[in-house]
Each structure stands twice: as C-alpha cells, then as structure tokens.
C-alpha cells in the first residue's frame, strides 16, 4: 500500500496498543485514520507477552477499561473472525500472612466497591482448585472468577483486521522519522518513505515513544526493563482451563499454556535496559537467556508448584518493557503539544489494558478531553523533573520492585530522594520533620517528638505517626501551626484580556474587585470538574493562581489550552518564585500583627482578600483562605526570603506556643472540615452539583464558561449522585478509601477519602451516594448506613454538614 498524503490522525506503532487505538478510532468514530508500523505488527513487546488478563485497580475508572478489555476481547472474534485467545479462567491471588491477608480483604472490598465479584478463599479451597500447589504456607486467597488470559498476538491481529473493516490504513514497514512543526503543533509525519500531512498523532511507540516524542519536544517518561518468564513442557496433572496464579509473597505468576505452565516474576532488583535511545532494529527480539538471574524466581515457583522441578523448561523469554516511576501507564494529550497524544508505558500489563487504553485513548484524541477520570495515567501527572533519564530510571525500578511487595497505607517511595527542597528543608529537619515526596518535592508529613524515632513505620493497623499526628491536629485548632506549602503550583496570567480568558474557564465568578480572592473548579465540557484552586485579582490586568503540587503540569496545560484564540492573555508558572508558609489557628492573627505592620482585623483583611502585606522588609502576598477550617493566611513569599519570614513569624508566635506542623495532620483537619480533595473526591466524573459545589458555580450569572451548556443540562433532572460524609466510631478502625456504602444493606457507592478526625474522635468517609431514582436530602437522610471496612460490616451515620464547625462561620473572624 502506497502512503496517503494526508491523514486525519496518524497513529505511530502497531502493537497492541496502537492497533487498539486504531480500532476505536475507525469503529467508534469513523476517523480517517493511518497507522504506521517500522516493523511488523506485534513484533515489538506484543509478541512475547505472557498474556495474562487481571482486571482490578485501585482508581475505578482504570478497573472500567480493564473491563472493557475483557468484554472486547470476548467478543472480538465474532466481528473480524480472528480469535484471540481469550479464556476466562480466573484468577487466584495467595496470601502467606496476615498483613497481605489483611490487604486482600481491602482489595476485596474495593472490588465490590467497583461491581466485581472477588471472593476469598481458605487454602483448602484454593487445593481443590489448583491440585498441584503447595498451599501449606497460605493464610488464604482471593478469587476472581472473570480475569483470564489471552494470546497477545492474536488479539492484536484481530483487532487490526477489525480496523481495517472499519476503513483504518495500517502500514508495515514504514518508520516515523520526525516531525514537521508549526506554531507547536504537528502538520506534517515525516517517515522513511515520505511525508503525512496531518491534524493529530497518536504516539503508540512502545519502549520507542520516549524517542519519538522526543522528536516533537515532547517527555514521555519511561524506562525500558528486562521481563523474563519460562514455558514448561507439558505437566501431568494441569488443567487447561487452570485458574492463573499470582503468589506476590514470592513474587511470581503463573498461567496454563498448552498443558505446560508459564511462570514469571517480579523480583527486587530489576535490570534496567538502556537509558538511552532504544535500537530501532529490534523486531521480533530478545534478551540472551539469563537464568542465574532467574533463578530467584525459579526457586521461590518451585516451592508454589513442586511438579515445576520436573518439568522442562522449553522456552525462556527474556524481553524489553516499559516501566514508569509510578507504575501506572501514560495517556493522553501532551502537555507541550496540543495535537501529540500518546498510549505507552504499560508496566506490563499492556495486554490486559490494550482494549480499554485504545477505546479511552481513541476518545480522548477526538474530543481532545478525557471521555473519564483518568487522572492516575494521565501524562500531565508529570513535570519537569520526568525529564531526567537517571531520576526516572531510579524510581522506575523502585516502582518494578515495588510490584508484588504489599501496599502499605500512606508508603513513601524512598528513591532519587531528597530531590526538590523547600529553603524550610534544614530548619523542619532540626524539628525533626518526617518527610515525604510530591512531584520530587520534600514535604513534611509530620514532626516527631523527642521520644518517636523519626521515621514511617509501616503497618495495616494504626501506624507509628498516629498519636503526633493528633497532637499537630489540635495545636491548630486550639493555637497556631505552620505548614510549609511552597511545593503548592503558581501561575501568574496577566494581559489586557487575562480576565475575559480566566472567565471563560472557571466555573465561580472570578470578575471581583482587585484583592479578592475566589474558589474556584475548572469544569470539562460534561461539566466534571477538571481542576480546583484558587484565583486572587492582584490588579486589574493580573491574577494570581494557586493550585495543589501535584497538578502543576495538569492545570497548567488545561488553563493554557482554553485561553480563548487571539486574546491578550499570558500565562506564567511561577512556582519556583514564591516560598508558601500557611499560618493557621485561632492565634493565626495575633502572631501575624506581630511581623507585620499591615492592619490584618477581619474588617480589613476579611475572608476570601488577598493583599500585599510587608514582613520582615519583603513584600508577600497574604491570601486569607484556609484548607484547615481555621482562621489563617496562605503567606507567599519571595522564595529567597522564606527562611527568613519563617523564622520571624516563629519568633513571634513563641508565646503563642506556635509549630511547624505537617500534611497528614493537614488531611485530618480538612476531612473534618468536609474540604474536597481534587483526583480522589472530585475529579472529571463528577459535577460540581453532584460534589455538593454548586455554590461556587455562577450559573446566575450570564456569561458562558467551560461545562455551562451541561450543567444546564443537567439542571432540570433530579441528581443521581450526591457527595456525602460519614462518621464510623471504633479506634480500630482503618479507613483507607473505596469501602463500600451500604443504605438499608444495599451497596449505593463507595469512599473516595477516608482517615481520622482527631477533633472528632471518629473515623471520617467521604464518597457519591448514588440511586438513579434520586438523591434528594430525604433519601439520604432517611437510610440506615453502614459501611463494608475489609469485608466487614460496620455502623455509619451520614453527615450532610461539615462535621467540624457545621455553622460556617466566616472562617472564624
Ligand atoms: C516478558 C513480558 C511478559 C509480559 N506479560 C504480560 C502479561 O502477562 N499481561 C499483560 O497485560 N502484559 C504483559 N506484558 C506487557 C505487554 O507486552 C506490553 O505492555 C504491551 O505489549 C505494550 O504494547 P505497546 O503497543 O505499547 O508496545 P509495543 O508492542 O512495543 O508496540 C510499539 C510498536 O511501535 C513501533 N515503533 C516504534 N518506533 C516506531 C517508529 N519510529 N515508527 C513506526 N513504528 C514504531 C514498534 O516497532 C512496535 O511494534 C509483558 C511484557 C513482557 C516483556
């Protein structure tokens, strides 16, 4: 086949992921579509996949493109008469002791949380169902009767074939070269055989798309790793249709193949391939065998499965993945390139997402926004650190390493750290602070008194910073803290039209008097909230944004991208200019009026004000807003000055009894306070409606902003979901998130948040109660609520008001 000219969307790679994409694309929506293949299709990681297919995730909306997955996979062969092997054999998952036992009673949860049927299993079930294993070391196992296998190359066949049918060109033997750019976009593909012309590129290269997104300026962090698994001969006695196995306490998985058994793993110290570019001659490839490196998994398999000793080994596959820091996948619109989108990184488990990914992926190009939450892969989760090959490739086998190890609450990733420190680092240090890390960021979790070591230690119960952390908690509410936020994202937008720009895309109305300061979601066109944060009018032409760390590459891209065509608006990441120091506590103002010779009264410095204040001969920015429900001020400051600040404002809040205090402390205060956090309780999937945010929409008001026109929508229909808290008594209680919500003994949703509310003494939940019959005030109050905690059923009374401080004073005068 010649190459077209022109394309509508060229999609680069023809694994399983770019054919998946393609598929969409030309079924779903009936693009004009080309992909392009260097080699042949599969012959990148496809081929040598183990093809296992597990469905569970802990973000809802990943679990739903795995079953997406799965249900396309089943009925593929139907539509393009190729099958793909899929075999829905379910999976088992072996615990040996009682942390992961406890682990798997929270995956279980979340499972019915999401709708699916996991079950947990003693070791004499699990015997009957799979003869051959060892089960004497097992505390039990959980069972999920819908996960499968498949056959990666057939599947990716298939679905090529089936983007065929639906008009996509696929090309072999055709390799992207570059690209021809204008204005920061792609107009042209440049490859070995000629140019396409083109309005959008979907980057599916593989261990490759590092380098290919390279070619447009464009990051995609991620580092090729050694995966190594064997196929047996054939074993007596091993059902076809044996259930797949993964034993993460010995860090292996198993799957039937031809009567034989395939076994692979995760071990601690992974082999990283080149952190260079990867060699475009690399079709149908393998690594040499390496069985001494294998042999950590062969010995621990053995003992899962003794009949493994005697079986064969017929094939060894030792072949390039692509890993990512944190271990999910990396999807969507590039944050430097508005018509770049890229689907890579699949942390090996590309197979079981292929089908979901495209179908999400194909979406997401044509309307240029997510179709649903998917924050956890979005590409925009990453910064400017993800492009330093050495950091990535550190955290990147950390994370590989990490795969099988249990999933402790509130675990730190340990590597390429301290990375990105605040001036504050060495003084919360000498206040013995406890660190975490953030977009490479340290920031103190909590501060260890004299007698408690100053580190995590790790459990499925209460941890070691429990009791601190509750001391921190009360200090702001009965005194004064201090939290060193500097790591917080700024930008500055400014321009004769920087106020028609911003309008536009915040959903509350930014249109105040210079120094006031808004709250405000940046709503997607279905109206889910895309973005939450602050806005301050510093002048006329001038505001000042505040977003939470994390978000920094996300809302940044969002707000530049919805600037409206030919206006005067420039916007600036000012991050890295300003050291943020939130005072907060009924004393807040007391030590404030000490630094300062600026009038901070209610009346002159009221709630939801920014000003210029003077302390200590700098100029900062004193924003009155909190996140604790406490009187307070976000302080920024010039980041030269923030020791300097920081100390004068600990001087004078010495008789106040003031201290540095940390951001679990920060989570307990805002759960009690009923503060919504971005990515957990509002994200994408919901409106602002649903998440009990309507007052900070201005509907009322008649000018259009982004997700208006769906709102209105929406306006007239009763909610189907609506935000709620909850309250759970027992000290032994942990609430980690995505328990389940039952009314009346029905499930009716699950947690988005959940933690400890010191001040309360209570367990605090939040999450969407749904009913598609509505969910009026009557509804919710009128059930009897429980909540499922690790599989168990616990009593839960419903909290439609903020817990903390119901009668929302403004903000404590
Ligand atoms: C040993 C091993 C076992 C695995 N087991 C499982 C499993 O059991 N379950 C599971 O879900 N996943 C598994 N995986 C992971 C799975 O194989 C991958 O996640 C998946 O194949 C990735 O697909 P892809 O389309 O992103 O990449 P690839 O299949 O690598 O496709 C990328 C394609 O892009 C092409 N390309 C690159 N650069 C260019 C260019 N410049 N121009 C044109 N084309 C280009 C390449 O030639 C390649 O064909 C395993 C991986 C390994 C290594």
Not at 248 to 273: A, S
Not at 694 to 706: C, E, S
Not at 774 to 780: E, R, S
């Amino acid at each position: 086949m010649t190459l077209p000219s022109h394309a509508g969307i060229v999609v680069i790679g023809g694994g399983i992921i770019g054919c998946s994409t393609a598929y969409h694309l030309a079924r779903d929506h009936k693009a004009d579509v080309v992909l392009l293949e260097q080699g042949k299709l599969t012959s990148g990681s496809t081929w040598h996949a183990a093809g296992l297919v597990g469905q569970l995730r802990s973000s809802a909306s990943i679990t739903r493109v795995l079953k997406y997955s799965v249900e396309l996979y089943k009925g593929l062969e139907a539509e393009t008469g190729l099958a793909t092997g899929w075999k829905m054999t379910g999976c088992l998952r072996l615990a040996t002791n009682a942390d992961r036992w406890t682990e798997f009673k929270r995956l279980a949860t979340t499972a019915k949380s999401f709708g699916m049927d996991m079950q947990l299993l003693s070791p004499a079930e699990v015997k009957r169902m799979w003869p051959l294993m060892d089960t004497s070391d097992l505390v039990g196992a959980s069972w999920l009767p819908t996960d499968g296998q498949a056959s990666p190359s057939d599947i990716t066949q298939s679905l090529a074939k089936g983007a065929r049918m639906h008009g996509a060109k696929l090309l072999e033997d055709v390799r992207v070269t570059g690209f021809e750019m204008k204005d920061g976009r792609i107009v042209a593909v440049k490859t070995d055989k000629g140019d396409i012309a083109c309005e959008k590129v979907v980057n599916c290269a593989g261990q490759w798309a590092r380098q290919v997104g390279a070619m447009a300026g464009i990051n995609v962090p991620l580092q090729p790793v050694k995966h190594q698994y064997i196929i047996t001969e054939k074993i007596e006695g091993l059902a076809n249709d044996a259930p797949t196995i993964r034993d993460p306490d010995r860090r292996t998985y198993f799957k039937e193949e031809v009567g034989g058994l395939v076994m692979g793993g995760y071990e601690p110290n992974p082999q990283p391939w080149t952190t260079g570019d990867v060699p475009n001659d690399w079709e149908f490839r393998l690594f040499d065998d390496d069985y001494d490196h294998f042999e950590q998994h062969m010995a621990q398999a053995i003992e899962r499965v003794p009949a493994l000793a005697n079986a064969g080994v017929k094939q060894m596959i030792n072949g390039p993945e692509s890993f990512t820091p944190d271990g999910n996948f990396i999807l969507g619109v590039a944050p430097e390139c508005a018509n770049m989108f890229v689907g890579a990184g699949f942390n090996a488990f590309g197979i079981a997402s292929g089908g979901g990914a495209g179908w999400v992926l194909a979406q997401w190009v044509v309307d240029g926004e997510a179709p649903l939450d998917l924050w956890v892969v979005d590409i925009r989760r990453f910064s400017g650190l993800h492009r330093d090959r050495d950091w990535v490739c550190d955290r990147t086998l950390e994370a590989y390493g990490k795969h099988y190890t249990i999933g402790f609450p509130h675990e730190e990733y340990l590597s390429g750290r301290p990375r990105i420190v605040s001036p504050l680092y060495e003084r919360l240090k000498t206040h013995r602070a406890v660190f975490g890390s953030k977009l490479g960021w340290e920031r103190p979790n909590w501060f260890a008194p004299g007698s408690v070591e100053p580190e995590d230690i790790y459990s499925m119960g209460r941890q070691n910073w429990f009791g601190p952390v509750g001391d921190e908690h009360r200090h702001v509410r009965e005194k004064v803290g201090i939290f060193d936020q500097s790591s917080f994202a700024k930008y500055e937008m400014t321009g004769a039209d920087a106020l028609k720009a911003l309008d536009f895309i915040c959903a509350n109305d930014i249109n105040k008097p210079v120094g006031r300061l808004t709250y405000t979601q940046l709503l997607n066109t279905r109206g889910g909230i895309e973005a939450d944060l602050t806005v301050s009018r510093l002048g006329e032409d001038r505001f000042y944004v505040v977003t939470g760390t994390g978000f920094r590459t996300h809302d940044l891209s969002w707000i530049g991208d919805h600037i409206g065509q030919g206006l005067d608006a420039t916007l600036k990441d000012v991050t890295e200019d300003f050291g943020t120091l939130s005072l907060m506590g009924p004393c807040a103002r007391d030590v404030l009026s000490a630094v300062t010779d600026a009038d901070v009264s209610n009346a002159a410095f009221p709630f939801g004000h920014a000003r210029e204040i003077e302390i200590a001969g700098h100029t900062v920015r004193a924003l009155r807003v909190t996140y604790v429900g406490e009187l307070g001020w976000e302080l920024h400051v010039p980041i030269a000055a923030t020791g300097e600040i920081f100390d004068s404002l600990m001087a004078a809040g010495k008789q106040h009894d003031i201290r540095p205090v940390g951001y679990r402390a920060l989570e307990s205060l805002r759960l009690e306070k009923g503060y919504r956090a971005w990515g957990s309780d509002i994200t994408p999937n919901d409106t602002p409606q649903e998440a009990g945010l309507g007052w900070a929409v201005k509907l009322r008001k008649n000018t259009d902003f982004v997700g208006r026109r769906a709102l209105e929508t929406a306006a007239g229909k009763p909610l189907t979901k609506r935000f709620a808290g909850f309250t759970v008594d027992g000290p032994e209680i942990v609430l980690v998130g995505r328990e389940t919500i039952l009314r009346n003994g029905e499930p009716v949703g699950y947690l988005t948040s959940g933690g400890y509310g010191y001040t309360l003494e209570k367990n605090i939940g939040y999450g969407y109660v749904r009913n598609t019959d509505g969910v009026a005030d009557h509804f919710l109050a009128s059930g009897e609520y429980e909540l499922v905690v690790a599989m168990k059923r616990t009593p839960a009374k419903i909290q439609l008001e903020p817990m903390y401080d119901p009668a929302g004073e403004k903000i404590k005068a």
